[in-house]
T-cell receptor, first 110, second 114 residues
Framework: GIQVEQSPPDLILQEGANSTLRCNFS?????LQWFHQNPWGQLINLFY???GTKQNGRLSATTVATERYSLLYISSSQTTDSGVYFC????????????FGEGTQLTVNP | ETGVTQTPRHLVMGMTNKKSLKCEQH?????MYWYKQSAKKPLELMFV???????ENNSVPSRFSPECPNSSHLFLHLHTLQPEDSALYLC?????????????FGSGTQLSVL
């Protein structure tokens, strides 16, 4: 099946810093989503972005489907950004469901 | 608030107990899912329902029994679980079952099996 690799596995920032999270995938995709899981377990859908660029406030995401990667940018980070960020994909060549990466654990310190 | 509500938030059960997890979505979606999240592992899809009909079962042991009485409600019935079944169980919904759908998750039930 498709492989989804996220980097870095852990990231510690000071409040106000910017960061870039990366998601590499091993096959073409027709669905890519970024999620944020807060410390209480709630998963929030941040972006549906199989290709192109989207922005939502301090967060933006870019997927370069031809090169099989996606980036999540967090600017002016806040302590509430802490949690785990997951990338999830569906291969374009099959009808299977979302496959999740192992996530990036982000800690933003005040 | 994602529009997907799960209860209970926490559950502790013995290996001989029978319990049920409940999920309700208020989004008017037609597809619902159960995922399992174990420590240090990616989310694993367990079951998929489309319009109350199970359309996918990812080799889940029979001690997990899902039920979808209508498109807004999903249950996961648990019996004779093992300690390795301890995990966060997440429910999700989408407009329909399709590879390009956006998923919305509940807050999960943290299950501990003693």
């Amino acid at each position: 099946g498709i492989q989804v690799e996220q980097s870095p596995p852990d990231l510690i920032l000071q409040e106000g810093a910017n960061s870039t999270l990366r998601c590499n995938f091993s096959d073409s995709v027709n669905n890519l989503q970024w999620f944020h899981q807060n410390p209480w377990g709630q998963l929030i859908n941040l972006f549906y972005i199989p290709s192109g660029t989207k922005q939502n406030g301090r967060l933006s995401a870019t997927t370069v489907a031809t090169e099989r990667y996606s980036l999540l940018y967090i600017s002016s980070s806040q302590t509430t950004d802490s949690g785990v960020y997951f990338c999830a994909v569906v291969p374009g060549t099959s009808g299977s469901r979302l496959t999740f990466g192992e996530g990036t654990q982000l800690t933003v310190n005040p | 608030e994602t529009g997907v509500t799960q209860t209970p938030r926490h559950l502790v059960m013995g290996m001989t107990n029978k319990k049920s997890l409940k999920c309700e979505q208020h989004l008017g979606h037609n597809a619902m899912y159960w995922y399992k999240q174990s420590a240090k592992k990616p989310l694993e899809l367990m079951f998929v329902y489309s319009l109350e009909e199970r359309v996918e079962n990812n080799s889940v042991p029979s001690r997990f029994s899902p039920e979808c009485p209508n498109s807004s409600h999903l249950f996961l019935h648990l019996h004779t679980l093992q300690p390795e079944d301890s995990a966060l169980y997440l429910c999700a919904s989408s407009q329909r079952v399709a590879t390009n759908e956006k998923l919305f998750f509940g807050s999960g039930t943290q299950l501990s099996v003693l």
